[in-house]
């Protein structure tokens, strides 16, 4: 290459190179799902098709629905599931590294790795963890990353029959999630323990933030 | 509104995910304590006879701490992945750090400091014992290293010293392992409100030690005490019985204070009697140690009475502890594996198994030791 070619080159790549690396990168995912409680009416279909789908075995649950009787007689439905949290507390005991957050906020766990010593489960305040009985190793909801990965939706997303369950990117500001997460009221479970949760809902009973 | 699900379901599923192996694991633990005591003998040249038998019954100890972990582990096969892979610095994917994989690292280093004390320390008097001669003449040669003469012992003081100073600061943040772990690392609604627990575990593990060495000592000596070895083990010993009951009880008013307008409050209705049980044993022994420094004979009972509260003690914490739902609303019965008595016994047993080899190689009474 000639010196004038060189010059050239440089000075041609030098604005691309000076742009911030947030409009040279696309934009960095943040996965969230969002819980109407008023639209749940507790018929199990999430249950059984995150059970289905990911072969959970029987006697531990990936979601689960939780079931609150009113003083008028009224039932409420609570899915309930792994956070997703930002600050999550069940990565830091890890002693292998084992259970991570991916930089799109999933939490998962490496099951290679996994020494099966339940410390993450012990740490998260929301009992989503168990020690599979199968694999010997510590489990929880992935948000069906294997899913995600070839554009799906989660399995509980995609089944649940009156779109109790919303599932988006937050940081797509278009995204029907970031949209009711910024002009509604939302709760999210726990907020005293500081974990910052990806699961937000709608119409939560107090009751169900034990 | 009414509750109808107050408990997590996978909770139910095993809600003692700890087994009571991880009992039996913090009493072996009170080897580090041993071993504390041990140390502060060497560098303040006081209860320097009782330095070999804390010493050899706190390696012993101490050296079969990672075995109840191991037993309770679903992937055992994978453990030396907490050496290899050990999560011991934040990163992006990993914030924080692990209290697992920072003392199973500091267990390696305790183990080696402490066996080079053993090793360093009994040097000179395995070199007399190989005078002796005897079969084992040879082997007590090899741990001579090479320390033939009372001259190059003395020599060798400065750096016992200096290794003594040196296990003093991990077998310090053993004493309190694992309560770390269960009040900053977990979310079991009990431990999370037993604030003053590590602190309960570092004084509980000295009157676990202590007891463990009177025991020892008495069944060794096979009743004719040396007052010199005893008076010292005895006055720490009172001093941890007094400090754990008045924890104890500390943590009892705070738990009325925090938690008796609560729905949460039966709860503690799991632990509450069993502490009033311990703070009524642990008082009992420390009165009995009292009459023991005049009539050392005792000492056998002031172990065993410890030794019975210190097992509820532990019991309670970490195996009760389990039964309150982390709601804190609810609780579990007790199941446990059908394996678990065997299990739990295991690590003590190779404790005890170890210092029988141990003791049968060095000397539990040093002669020259100072001189």
Known sequence: ?210 | MSLSAPLFPNELAEPILWHPVIFAYALVISGADLIILASLAYISRRMMKAIPLLLVLGVSFFSAALLGPLADLRQPSRASLIYSLAHLFPTATNPGFSFIALYANLWLLLLILSIAFLLIYQSYPMHLKSLEGGRLKSLYKVFSLGVSDGERYRRLASLITVIAILTIIPAVLWGVYPSVLLVFQTWIFLWRSWVILPVIFFADTFVASTAAALLVYFIIKLGKLDQEVVSPLLKIHSAGCVSVTGLLGVQLLLWNQWFEESALYPAFNVVVPIIYFVIATLLLSFLLALASLKVPRLSIIVSIVALVGVVMNKWNTLVNGQLISRTGMGLFDLHLPTDWLLTTISPIAAAILIFVILSSLFPLEVKEVGK
């Open chain 1, 1 to 210: 290459m000639r010196r004038r070619d060189l010059l050239k080159l440089t000075f041609t790549a030098a604005p691309i190179l000076l742009l911030p690396a947030s409009s040279a990168l696309p934009q960095r995912k943040r996965y969230a799902m969002l819980i109407d409680v008023e639209r749940c009416y507790g018929c199990m279909a999430c249950v059984a098709a995150c059970a289905a789908e990911n072969n959970v075995p029987i006697g531990v649950f990936r979601t689960w629905v939780e079931r609150y009787v009113r003083k008028d007689g009224n039932v409420v439905f609570v899915p309930k599931q792994c956070n997703h949290c930002e600050n999550p507390p069940c990565v830091k005991p890890c002693p292998t590294g084992a259970t991570f957050k991916r930089e799109d906020g999933l939490v998962l766990i490496n099951d290679e790795i996994c020494i099966g010593c339940g410390a993450c489960i012990q740490a998260c305040p929301y009992g989503a963890r168990f020690p599979n009985p199968v694999k010997g190793v510590a489990d929880k909801c992935t948000f069906c990353e294997h899913r995600l990965a070839n554009g799906l939706l989660p399995a509980c997303v995609e089944a649940c029959p009156t779109t109790a369950r919303i599932f988006g990117d937050l940081n797509d500001s278009e995204s029907e999630i970031s949209k009711i997460v910024e002009s509604s009221n939302v709760q999210v479970l726990k907020v005293w323990a500081h974990t910052e949760p990806k699961i937000y809902y709608k119409s939560l009973p107090t009751e169900a933030d034990l």
